[in-house]
């Protein structure tokens, strides 16, 4: 296993597939967006030390918060198919993510991974 936390795998996975669909998805008049909700205090953190526990509530927003980018990216009726693909932070702005991670290249060799990976299971 790598050294780099899963969790950034994920956040980091989680914008190279929305690449993907924003490219492959976009001629059925579908959407899609890679969302950062942002710090929020969840059931998340119930099994972190007391310490960080208490530190949370300094830090960490209200879960109600989270909902705010899904929000705007789903509702707003200034988004149009002109934004497809692009990634959205707390609370709700535009920003872009990371340098590589929209690649397509990576988004194909992401995705095909995933289907002979899964390829039988679901």
């Not at 710090?39 to 109600?64: C, D, H, K, V, Y």
């Not at 693909?85 to 707390?90: D, Q, R, S």
């Amino acid at each position: 296993m790598s050294d780099i936390p899963i969790s950034f795998l994920t956040f980091q996975g989680n914008i190279i597939l929305a690449t993907w669909m924003a490219r492959h998805l976009a001629d059925d008049g579908i959407l899609t967006f890679s969302l950062n909700p942002g710090g929020i205090r969840t059931e998340l953190q119930r099994s972190a030390p007391g310490f960080f526990q208490w530190l949370a509530n300094f830090f960490l927003f209200p879960a109600p918060m989270g909902a705010i980018t899904q929000l705007y990216a789903g509702t707003n009726p200034k988004i149009t198919k002109a934004d497809n693909g692009k990634y959205f932070i707390p609370w709700a702005r535009e920003a872009l993510p990371k340098a590589g991670v929209q690649d397509p290249a990576l988004a194909d060799k992401l995705w095909d991974y995933l289907e002979k990976d899964t390829a039988g299971k679901y």
